[in-house]
């Protein structure tokens, strides 16, 4: 197992010198859930929301997130990303009496570092902006299943989840 790169050798933390690594072609997918009540996503698909479209303003809102995870996460390094892209299916219920809504987002750049955390916020926040936008009909809204499925290029090459 690796050692944890955000600390110096005094154990302070740090943000990761990537001045000496290669440009490489850096992707991320990330996905979760949101578990709901079938009437909620009933609203959500016909479009009927009081909000309005639900998932058009998710998937913006977890681009922006992507954009902006360096401000968020504080020993991320700022990113030119290249792609990010949203997808969203409805999904088979996990809870008894529940549906849900899966989020999968993919994160690319040409950089000296990945784009795990950028997947991972942008898939958190989109499914935190399905939840602000449906929560005055179902406030038992669960969240969960948020995780890297995949990441390629850098040094340590590629990972996919089992």
Request: proline share 4%; hydrophobic share 50%.
């Amino acid at each position: 197992m690796s050692e944890l790169t955000h600390f110096d050798a005094q154990g302070q933390a740090h943000m990761v010198d990537v001045a000496t690594k290669p440009l490489t072609r850096r992707v991320a997918v990330a996905s979760g859930r949101i578990e709901m009540l079938p009437e909620t996503l009933a609203l959500i698909e016909a479009g009927v929301a009081n909000k309005g479209d639900v998932l058009g303003i998710a998937r913006i809102a977890g681009i922006q997130a992507a954009k902006r995870t360096s401000e968020l996460i504080p020993l991320c390094h700022p990113l030119f990303l290249t792609r990010v892209a949203l997808e969203f299916k409805a999904a088979s219920p996990i809870c008894p009496g529940t549906v849900g809504v899966t989020c999968l987002a993919t994160v690319e750049t040409v950089a000296q570092t990945g784009v795990e955390m950028e997947a991972l916020m942008a898939v958190q926040i989109a499914l935190l902006t399905i939840y602000d936008m449906c929560k005055a009909v179902d406030r038992g809204m669960l969240i969960c299943g948020v995780k890297v499925m995949e990441k390629h290029g850098g040094k340590s090459g590629s990972f996919v989840a089992g």
